[in-house]
């Protein structure tokens, strides 16, 4: 087989990509970029609204096909229902970005049972549900890509984030798990593990000067992501260009998890 030259390896024209918690922040970055490289997007999250608005910016600026779902993916009879309707829509899914999350602070004695379970419900079993809702479709056509947006908290702790870790670590092994089970199929599930990204997420620790620094003085470049800086990755993984790359963790977290 000739080599195609590396820079055609990153293209996705004619790949469908779906990307959950899509409306904002890194998901909404993760979609244009996805669409700049030239798939079709689908942006879902519980906002249809938002949704709405962000896939007609993102067909407008690059000319690809966008369609707004809404679904809570913490629900289960959501996550069938989305994605039976983005198969019937949309066609099969090439690429799937679990990508919708939430963080519920708190020290671990004063967390509540149900904020435990609104994270893992979301970040962990979410994931789970959806590889599953689309991943053997992806299997039975021979070509899929799965990207679980994980955390610097899916390799390290942090006081204060014992709902969130657990997810984020589960999730960097449920990554490894479905790579192993989906990798002679022609899919590859990866994780991207960002450090601190200025989203709303984040609006807490952004408003707090002394919080803010003491991210800063963790991260060896000294400064925060800026969104931007989390599409080179996403693209690279649901790309033809990661074609041997499975069952890995992309840690874009100016190297915060190297020390
Ligand atoms: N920002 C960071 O520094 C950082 C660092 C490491 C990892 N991450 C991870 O990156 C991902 C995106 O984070 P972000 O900072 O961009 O967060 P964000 O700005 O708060 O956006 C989260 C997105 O997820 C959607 N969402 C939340 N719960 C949902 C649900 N149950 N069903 C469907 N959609 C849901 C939200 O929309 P609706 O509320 O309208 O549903 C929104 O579109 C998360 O998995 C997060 O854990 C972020």
Known sequence: MTAKNVME???????RAVVTGAARGLGRTIAEALAQAGAN????SRTLSDCQAVAEEIAASTGRRTWAFVVDVANSSEIKRFAEEVSSVFGPVDI???????NIRGAAEELSEADWDAVIATNLKAPF?????FGPAMCERGWGRIINIGSILSAVGLPGRAPYASSKAGLLNLTRVLALEWGKKGVTVNAICPGPFATDMNKQLLSDPAQYEAFVEKI?????????EIAGAAVFL??????????SALFVDGGWTAQ
Not at 41 to 44: F, G, P, T, W
Not at 96 to 102: Q, S
Not at 220 to 228: A, V, Y
């Open 41 to 44: 997007v689908v942006i879902a």
């Open 129 to 133: 549900l959806c590889a599953r809702a």
């Open 220 to 228: 060896p470049m000294g400064r925060w992501g800026e969104l931007h």
């Open 9 to 15: 390896l990153f293209r996705l024209d004619g790949r």
């Open 238 to 247: 649901a790309s033809d260009a990661a074609s041997f790359i499975t069952g």
């Open 96 to 102: 799937l970005v679990n990508n919708a999350g939430i």
